[in-house]
């Protein structure tokens, strides 16, 4: 698998904790039980979730700060929120390229989500690398 897949894969996972409401590692489990990943990336996928969940508190603060005034983060679609959650880890947590991180997210919101969903990641996103002076790096 490569890393899109594996990033994939992983939003697939935040979203579907995100829609049962339930973080627990037994559930990750059951996600990554009927998969012929190999283990290597089952263990990968864990631990980036595990992490995107610690920090989650964090993450979905620094999405409410970067909104624009009228938007509240409760409008947020289950969606979005998982591709915002998993960009952002890996922009902001794990420092990746953020120009990578944006690009990835933009297309996982082409593929999953509504018609405007790739505009509003890019614009979120694209706010808080500002917001963090991440664009100088």
Known sequence: MNKSE?????FKLIYSLEVQKNESSEQIDVFLEDS???????????VTVAKIIEFSPDIENEISKNLKTEWKIERISKINMSILKVAIY??????????ISINEAVEIAKKYGEETSASFINGVLASIVKDNNLAEE
């Open 6 to 10: 594996i990033r994939e894969e992983i």
């Open 36 to 46: 012929d990943m190999p283990d290597k990336v089952k263990d990968e996928i864990k």
């Open 90 to 99: 890996e922009i902001v947590y794990k420092k990746l390229p953020y120009k």
